[in-house]
């Protein structure tokens, strides 16, 4: 800057010598009222064009998405709101649906056991009626077989008698001599 | 010197005062006739997503508006288009005045003078409509022992009676020297000729590069101050 003035001066000094005018045409008086008669017009004019107008303008538009932005924003807000809820919702069903598919499988579980308990008991007691009947049949049998030895025994003896003695012998004699 | 020359296109009188249309006139309209144009051009679709000039448009708009919630706060929104037509208008005859064969209005010391002195009066009449005559106590900082505060109480009146001449004259040299050094330059490379003038236009390309940051700039500290200047009024010392 100081280069600058210093330089300005030296042209003042030689403008000034070369043109023979009177200095600097910035400090001339008679350029003054001109000067400062413009400059209040145009100043006050281009006031009131840019504060009536221009500037209006320009703030609405800022103004306007600003506005826009926030709607923006706040519409985000909501759908997120809305998002979490869904979530939540979803969560809760899933929860309840597990729970539930649980609380059905360990029905199905119980009622199966409770099933084939019962299918076990009634082969069991079938079982044991079939048992118990083939007990009894091989008593009987037993018991038949039982009686049945003395008739073989004594037909035995008789054929044995019979054949010892040369002679026939009367199974009821060979019965009465047996027992 | 003729490129800061006033050339009066159209002389005109008004209750005996000169009000001709001059070349700075001439530039002052056109700033008048530009920025607006440049805003409707870009605000014309008000896309909800900008294009590259409504988001100019909108950049310039929040950058002024963010400056003054940073200095001032909310409550020197209501000063808002002012600080913007004075940031717009500074910039743009700055900007103007770099395209060769222009005349750049901010070169001339009555103009940012006026200016400043604009600023100042506005300033210091929001401070007496703010604070009535408790903006005087602007001049006796707190905490000062008191008997330094005669001397402080001056140096404070001399810093806020100066404001206008530090404030138009930084913005009026800036100006001029960085015209006046393109204009030294412009001549070293048609004086040195084809063979010798490529050093000074090498130069001159950087420098009219130089110059748009400074024209950018001194529109942007023309403001910030005029920022600070309003802190002052509106929240005296609270900040």
Not at chain 2, 53 to 68: C, D, H, R
Not at chain 2, 115 to 139: D, Q, R, Y
Request: charged letters at 15%; proline letters at 4%.
């Amino acid at each position: 800057m100081i280069a600058a003035v210093s330089a300005l001066v030296v042209a003042a000094a030689a403008a000034a010598h070369g043109e023979g005018s009177s200095g600097l045409p910035q400090l001339n008086p008679a350029n003054f009222a001109p000067q400062l008669f413009w400059l209040a017009v145009s100043f006050v004019i281009l006031y009131l064009i840019l504060s009536r107008s221009t500037l209006p303008r320009i703030g609405e538009v800022l103004e306007e998405r600003r506005d826009r932005v926030q709607r923006d924003l706040d519409a985000a807000e909501r759908f997120k709101g809305e998002t979490d809820s869904a979530l939540a919702a979803y969560e809760k069903a899933l929860a309840d649906a597990r729970q539930k598919a649980s609380s059905m499988a360990k029905d199905v579980r119980d009622r199966l056991a409770a099933d084939t308990e019962a299918e076990r008991n009634r082969v069991e007691s079938e079982l044991a009626a079939k048992i118990s009947e083939a007990e009894a049949r091989i008593a009987a049998t037993k018991s038949k077989a039982l009686a049945s030895v003395d008739d073989i025994a004594a037909e035995t003896a008789t054929a044995v008698v019979g054949k010892l003695l040369g002679e026939d012998v009367s199974p009821a004699e060979v019965k009465n001599a047996l027992q | 010197m003729e490129q800061f020359e006033i050339k009066r296109i159209i002389p005109l009188e008004l209750f005996g005062w000169d009000i001709s249309f001059t070349n700075a006139s001439l530039f002052m309209v056109l700033a008048v006739v530009l920025i607006p144009l440049f805003y409707l051009f870009a605000m014309n679709r008000r896309a909800l997503v900008p294009g590259r000039l409504q988001s100019i448009a909108e950049l310039s708009y929040e950058f002024i508006a963010n400056m003054i919630k940073d200095i001032v706060g909310e409550g020197g929104m209501k000063y808002f288009p002012w600080i913007f037509t004075i940031f717009m208008f500074i910039l743009t005859v700055n900007m103007l005045g770099l395209l060769p064969y222009s005349f750049t209005v901010t070169s001339h010391i009555i103009v940012t003078f006026a200016l400043a002195a604009m600023v100042w009066l506005v300033i210091t009449a929001i401070g007496f409509m703010n604070h009535g005559p408790g903006f005087l106590k602007l001049f006796v900082p707190s905490g000062v022992p008191f008997w330094l505060l005669p001397i402080i109480v001056v140096i404070e009146l001399i810093s806020y009676l100066i404001r206008p001449i530090s404030h138009s004259v930084r913005l009026f040299a800036n100006m001029m020297a960085g015209h006046a050094m393109l204009k030294v330059f412009a001549g070293f490379v048609v004086g040195l000729g084809v063979l010798g003038g490529w050093a000074p236009l090498v130069f001159l390309v950087g420098f009219t590069g130089l110059e748009l940051v400074v024209a950018f700039l001194q529109a942007f500290i023309f403001t910030v101050l005029t920022c600070i200047y309003l802190n002052d009024a509106v929240n005296m010392h609270e900040h």
